[in-house]
């Protein structure tokens, strides 16, 4: 079976949310990005606060998770997270090379986000989401430090806000 290698950086990184789209999703190795750093940027109504972002810096690096799905699997988690072919989405996916603990180069796929202009924070339940994947994980406590640590908002709702979308008359299963 053909594999897509995903790293996830954010909110993916909590095996209960790469699995709402990735059922069969194997974590494979912790992994770092090296020159790129994480941002959060634009709004998202279901968790009331920013999301997370790669940005390219140099001198930064991003630990994370590969994550091997199945290609269909990440074509759900990319219509859920916004891709679109035009380049019109919210995330839109780019090849990256990372890292693995054990010093070997892997190629895989990040979702990045489409709008990066100023840096906003995210909800404090979207972030402790995410601190809670990476801790999960095994990822280094400096880094659940750092992650616990980022600037948060309140919600003004409770988050996960389910979005549904509206039935119109006519459509058809």
Known sequence: MREVLVFAYGLDLHPE????FCPSAKPRARATAQGWR????GYSRVWDGA??????DPEASVPGVLYAVAPSE???????????????GRYFHTPIEV?????EEI???????TERRAE????????DRIAEGAERH???PAHVAALRALPVTDPAYPVPMAITLPIFAGSCC
């Open 17 to 20: 949310e790469i699995a709402r």
């Open 38 to 41: 994480l941002g959060f940027f």
């Open 51 to 56: 999301e997370e972002s790669l940005i390219p």
């Open 74 to 88: 990440a074509e759900a988690l990319e219509a859920a997270r916004g891709v679109k072919l035009n380049g019109t």
């Open 99 to 103: 890292v693995t603990e054990e010093g």
């Open 107 to 113: 190629g895989a796929v990040a979702l990045i986000k």
């Open 120 to 127: 906003q924070p995210p909800s404090r339940p979207y972030r």
């Open 138 to 140: 095994g990822l280094s």
